[in-house]
């Protein structure tokens, strides 16, 4: 049950922070569908409930959002200048990655933060390895390329979920 109650106020966090609103309908929308969301998920989710209300984790994924923000503006730059100028040069491929990150929710969110940075796809997650499609490979060097994808999402993601 704490578990659930844990989810349900976390829920409600985040329903408040997207709806940037304190209407009573909406807040009472949240509400209900939070604790509709954590009765049916709040079993299968990952998190304990005390990693989950912790402040810490809050504020890192507080400065996490900018910084994913920022690295999908970048991405969308390069690769529409690639769709404007035909003729700069793709070179496309499938990297090796590894990752330091321990749970599976933090590899998840690091697969799905590659993914939604254009140009760049999480193919596979295999342990503590991902396999990226990458719109133009730069290096063959596997430890240079996963700086250069991970950029600072695997770092910041350590200290919300790890």
Not at 38 to 47: E, N, Q, R, T, V
Not at 79 to 94: E, F, K, S, T
């Amino acid at each position: 049950m704490a578990r659930k109650l844990a989810y349900w106020i976390a829920g409600m966090a985040i329903w408040l922070l997207m709806t940037w609103t304190v209407e009573y309908q909406s807040v009472i929308a949240g509400a209900v569908l939070s604790f509709i969301a954590a009765l049916i998920f709040g079993k299968y989710l990952p998190l304990d409930p005390g990693k989950l209300l912790n402040p810490r984790r809050w504020f890192w994924l507080l400065i996490f959002m900018p910084v994913f923000a920022y690295q999908c503006f970048k991405a969308n730059l390069d690769v529409a200048l690639r769709v404007l100028a035909p003729g700069l040069r793709l070179n496309p491929g499938i990297v090796r990655i590894k990752t330091s990150l321990k749970s599976e929710i933090a590899r998840t969110f690091l697969a799905n933060s590659i993914t939604l940075t254009p140009g760049t796809m999480t193919v596979e997650i295999k342990d503590d390895v991902l396999y990226i499609h990458w719109i133009d490979v730069k290096t063959d060097d596997s430890e240079l390329a996963a700086k250069i994808i991970k950029g600072p999402f695997e770092k910041l993601l350590a200290r919300i979920f790890d």
